[in-house]
């Protein structure tokens, strides 16, 4: 308790208004001399002794007084007469026997007086401490409050960016799924790159070796993947062979019994991993009861079906038309 | 209880006051000389001292316990105690009243706290206007010396500029023995609350009365 808080308390002391740890905290602060503190006391307590002047004044009933006489016993008396009037000087803290009178008169022998002395300063050490605790928890408490709302302030920064990086994660998947969708859209173009080199060809471009003949070369290679591939309901005679050539990534397919493609429509083989990806096209034109088809097919290994199916012209970036042909991978 | 001859002379003395010899009995200018007196164990001196403080020492009484019979009862005690006691009055620490009036005001406040204390009225009555004398007990005002009547008006008017709720909160401590805890809880006001308008009540009393302090002397 600092030397403010227990001038504060005077005035409260003086009207009676302190608890009982705080009295006796005051209490020793004004043993041990305190001028600023005593003199204030003495302020304030005069004017609490002058408050009941402002009251409404009633008469005792005269009977009191006649009883109070009757009442005084002669060893009261001789009390009186044998103690000394006046005591020589204002000693510390002798000014709250105004307020705390014993009840017993005091011995003159010096050991009660200063067995009260002791008595008086343990109560107050006493007090002091007990305040000194009280002080110390509310200290605590507060400490504890601050604690707590600083602990509410990081949880609810936490639940934020928790927040973030949810969507932050939403975002990422966003992206690697468009990702993959461009390189499904790579790979059809290299597809479709591949096609038009082969008509190329065809049209009398350079000289490429004959698919049969490299078809011969591949199948004299020792480990070329073979995936057969057999008929749908819509082409049951059909059948196909699917090589990979795991060298030069390339997928062979060789279809027959195929029915030729109406107009406006063409062959697309799909290469089936999450979901169905072209990797390439081919028409069968009337008569023909085979065909030859080569792709790059650089993502082979992944792949858990193939299937040819009937698009329209230029294919699709998604399989749509009926299934002719169809292999399951093991 | 056989009276002696001084006990006697004592009832006759009183007996014979008149209320123009009491009107001259001041509670505030008791002199310190009459204390030691009543110290020597002289009677006559005793009852001096009675017929100067027994009025306002039982308005405080009845004030703070609510009830005439318990009032009377604390003064007995409480003279009874003064008869046996008055040796530990110092005039170094104060007026003889102000002596009086702590040592009522203390054992009052006792009585009140003790367990299975009469309940007494609520808290809220005005500072003057409570318990009005019935039967018997009239009003002594007619009867107040010059002095007191003086010291009554200037204490009135300086309670009176005070705001209601400082009044209000000075009242529960020194009439009702609430601390300021139990002030706050009663008045459902925060405890800082009550120590400020405790604290600038009495301020504001002290820089009132000072001018009587510095008339008259430190009670």
Redesign the interface.
Known sequence: MTHEELE?AV??Y??????RTERQVLEAHLLSGCLACHSSL?????????????????????A???????????A??????S?????P??EPG??M?????PDE??PASSFAWVAGVVLLALLAGGGYFAWDSYTRIAEDTTKLAQLQTELDRTRSALAERERSLTASREDIQRRTSDVAALKDQLIQREAELDDAQAQLALRGGPPLRAPQDELGLLLRTPDVKAIPMAGTTMAKPAAGMLLFDARTKKAWLYAVNLPACPDGATYQVWAIYEKPVSVGLFCVNNGDTSHLFVTPLPNFKNAKQFIVSLEPVGGRSELSGPIYLSSQLP | MSLTNSDVRVEQTTAMDSPLQQAQLAASTIDPKLMARVAKGDHQAFSQLYDQSSTLLYSMALRILGSREDAAELLQEVYLEIWRKVVRYDVGRGTPIAWLITLTHSRAIDRLRMPGARPRHQAGELHTSSLAPTGADRSSSPFESHADQELKSLVSRAWADLPRPQQQAIELAYYEGLSRAEIAARLNEPLDAVKTRIKLGMSKLREALRCHWDRAGSL
């Not at chain 1, 004017?47 to 009633?58: D, G, I, K, M, R």
């Not at chain 1, 103690?83 to 005591?87: A, D, F, L």
């Open positions: 504060d005035p409260l003086a009207v009676g208004a302190l608890e003495k302020e304030h307590q005069s004017v609490a002794v002058l408050l009941p002047f402002s009251l409404t004044l009633t008469q005792p009933p005269r009191i007084k006649t009883k109070i006489m009757a009442a005084r016993t002669p009261a008396a001789a009390e009186s007469v103690q000394p009037p006046n005591k000087s204002l002798e000014w026997n105004h307020l705390f009178p008169p005091s």
